[in-house]
Each structure stands twice: as structure tokens, then as C-alpha cells.
């Protein structure tokens, strides 16, 4: 490294949450169309190997946007393995997220975020408790199982109940990523929650 750049790095310290944010969501943006569905299909092989996968009955999923990995193939796989997959809806009234049963085909409706819900009844909604699998969008991940999410901390609010759990714990979290997402090491906050399992199109990462 030039004795310019070393001063620099020095002078910043390691890069902060948004810096990595930054960084991760470029990078898999820059991703073409055939890599992103190269990546989908060994993400769908990788994970549908897995017994956590087979043994798990309801799967809640999520609809691939920023450049995330997209799970469709996954979601078509459950529907045909009699699972039943739920997509994430944003509570109207905490910051939290529910789950709504979802099938190809939907009916969708923007929310607040304009991310794609289904459209259907709360009364069909179910809590995180409910569900056997999460699946989780992310933006980077380390080793360890730490999530960097987009910044919101739904997923972190949603799942808080885990970390009074000693036992029972549910669902298993498996945050779904490009290989290209791992960083060596997060900083994490208090609020945190880590995954159980990282699925890339490379590897599965077992915490
Ligand atoms: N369990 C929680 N209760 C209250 N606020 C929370 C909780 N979890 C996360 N937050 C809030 O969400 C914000 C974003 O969380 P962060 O972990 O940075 O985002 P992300 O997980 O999306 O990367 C935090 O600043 C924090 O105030
Ligand atoms: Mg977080």
C-alpha cells in the first residue's frame, strides 16, 4: 500500500456500517443479469439440499430488489414441495414485520417503502414465532453469522424476542446472499440479531 494510502486508512479507522453498505449494495448492482441468475440457481441447490430446508414447513421469503439475491427458484421449489411460504408485510402500526402467505401469482401491493406485500387480510398474517425458516435479504455478513441489513432494523426489531430465548427458538434465521457480500468482520450493535446459517451461491456458512 503507497505510505499516502496507509496515512489514510489510518487516519479513518475501519470503515463504518455505511460505508460497507455503500460499497456491498454497488457491487452487487454491478452484477449482470446472468450472474444474478447463475447465483439464483446454485443459492436454490445449495439450500434445498440442506435438512433445515426439507424439515422446515412454513418459509418466509422475500422478493429480490437491489441487487439482491433472488430467491424466486426457492419460492417455486417450496410451492412444489408442499411448503408454505410467507412474504414479509410491514406492520401499519410498529416498525416490525409480519408474514403473509404467499403463492406465485399474488396479488401484491406497494407499502410505505414501495416493497411489494401481499394483499390479503391481516387476519392471515402470522409473527415470526409461527414460521419454521426465515430466509433474510441482506447486504453484508461476516463468519459469525452478523447481518448488515439495508438500515432499517426490521428484521432486528422483529426477531428481538430471540434474545431472551434459551430454548425453542423460531424460526432458524438463514440470511441468503452473493459470495460477494461477506466482509471479514462486522462491528455489531446491541440490537443485532445473528443468522443460524448463511446461504451463498458458493457455500453454506454454518454459525
Ligand atoms: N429491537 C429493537 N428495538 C428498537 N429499535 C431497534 C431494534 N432493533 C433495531 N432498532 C433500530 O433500528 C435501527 C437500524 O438498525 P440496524 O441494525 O442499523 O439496521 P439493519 O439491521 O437494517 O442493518 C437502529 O438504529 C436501532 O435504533
Ligand atoms: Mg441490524
Redesign the pocket.
Known amino acids: 500500500m503507497p505510505d499516502d494510502n496507509k496515512a489514510d486508512h489510518i487516519k479513518s479507522g475501519p470503515p463504518s456500517?455505511s460505508d460497507i453498505?455503500q460499497l456491498k449494495r454497488a457491487q452487487r448492482k454491478l452484477l449482470s443479469e446472468i450472474v444474478q441468475k447463475q447465483h439464483s440457481q446454485a443459492l436454490c441447490q445449495n439450500l434445498t439440499k440442506q435438512g433445515i430446508y426439507k424439515n422446515s414447513k412454513n418459509i418466509a421469503c422475500y422478493l429480490a430488489n437491489d441487487g439482491e439475491i433472488d430467491p424466486y427458484l426457492i419460492i417455486e421449489h417450496a410451492r412444489f414441495s408442499c411448503k408454505k411460504v410467507y412474504l414479509p408485510v410491514l406492520s401499519p402500526l410498529q416498525?416490525s414485520l409480519y408474514f403473509a402467505p404467499y403463492q406465485p401469482g399474488s396479488r401484491l401491493i406497494l407499502n410505505r417503502f414501495s416493497i411489494p406485500e401481499p394483499q390479503c387480510h391481516p387476519s392471515k398474517w402470522v409473527s415470526a414465532q409461527h414460521l419454521d425458516l426465515l430466509l433474510l435479504p441482506l447486504?453484508a455478513f461476516d463468519p459469525l453469522g452478523n447481518?448488515?441489513?439495508?438500515?432499517?432494523?426490521?428484521?432486528?426489531?422483529t426477531l428481538?424476542y430471540l434474545k431472551h430465548r434459551q430454548h425453542w427458538k423460531k424460526p432458524v434465521l438463514a440470511g441468503l446472499a452473493h459470495e460477494i457480500q461477506k466482509t471479514a468482520r462486522l462491528n455489531t450493535?446491541s440490537?443485532?440479531i445473528p443468522l443460524n446459517f448463511i446461504i451463498t451461491e458458493k457455500q453454506l456458512y454454518t454459525i
Do not use: K, T
Open positions: 456500517a453498505r416498525n447486504v447481518r448488515l441489513g439495508m438500515g432499517g432494523g426490521f428484521y432486528d426489531r428481538a450493535q440490537w443485532d
